[in-house]
Each structure stands twice: as structure tokens, then as C-alpha cells.
């Protein structure tokens, strides 16, 4: 099956690191942009960050910028997130997505990349 599939979620403490990745299969990850962006309870979803195809650029949300860090192994066909420092805000549902154009995120839009995963739950304890 063509998908990409989020996973490394779970219960951390406030302060705590975790790191997510996003895999995909049936199709070659290095010719796509990736993104990642979450859902909080209650509120619309939000970009955290991106890295580009073509020369590894990324990109962060204000709210992320020095704590979380994007990365991409092309070998292994896998987008991470390296989360740290995290916050009681940081809870909320991780999606990735991947798009052949590129993906931004100012536009947390499922509808417009060529592939939205199903998400990994990420909560942060205080």
C-alpha cells in the first residue's frame, strides 16, 4: 500500500524529548517535501515544520523554533522529528504529510498533499 505511516508518539514528561518518525512505503521518499503538523485538542491542526526535497532546507512554526529539529534519511525512506524540551502545549496528534511540489507550514491542509498519514499521539505531562 502507498502510504506514509507516523510513529514515536507517546507520554513524556514536560521537559522530555521524543522523537517521531514518518516512514513511507510503496513509493520513493526522496523526490517528496515532507512536513509534519499536529492537531491540539479542541483546535484546528498547525504546522510544526518541513524539509524540502531538494536541498534538505527546513523550516519550523514559531512556537517549535529551538527545540524541534527535522531531518530526512533518504535510504531509509524516513522523515524524523526530534522533539526536546517539550511542553504542555506540545499534546496533540502528530501528523506527517508528503507532496512531489513541497509542503509549508502555513498550510495545514490534508486535502492538498499527496499523502496525510493517520497521526501519532503525543502528550506531554506536567
Known amino acids: 500500500e502507498v502510504q506514509v505511516v507516523e510513529s514515536g508518539g507517546g507520554l513524556v514528561q514536560a521537559g522530555g524529548s521524543l522523537r517521531l518518525s514518518c516512514t513511507a512505503s510503496?513509493?520513493?521518499?526522496?523526490?517528496?517535501?515532507v512536513c509534519w503538523f499536529r492537531q491540539r485538542p479542541g483546535r484546528e491542526p498547525e504546522g510544526v515544520s518541513g524539509?524540502?526535497?531538494?536541498?534538505?532546507?527546513?523550516h519550523y512554526a514559531d512556537s517549535v523554533k529551538g527545540r524541534f529539529t527535522i531531518s530526512r534519511d533518504n535510504a531509509k525512506n524516513t522523515v524524523y522529528l526530534q522533539m526536546d524540551n517539550l511542553k504542555d502545549e506540545d499534546t496533540a496528534v502528530y501528523y506527517c504529510?508528503?507532496?512531489?511540489?513541497?509542503?509549508?507550514?502555513?498550510?495545514?491542509?490534508?486535502?492538498?498533499?499527496?499523502?496525510w498519514g493517520q497521526g501519532t499521539q503525543v502528550t506531554v505531562s506536567s
Open positions: 504529510a508528503a507532496d512531489r511540489f513541497g509542503c509549508s507550514v502555513l498550510v495545514p491542509n490534508q486535502n492538498i498533499y499527496d499523502y
Open positions: 510503496g513509493f520513493t521518499f526522496d523526490n517528496y517535501g
Open positions: 524539509i524540502s526535497s531538494s536541498d534538505g532546507s527546513t
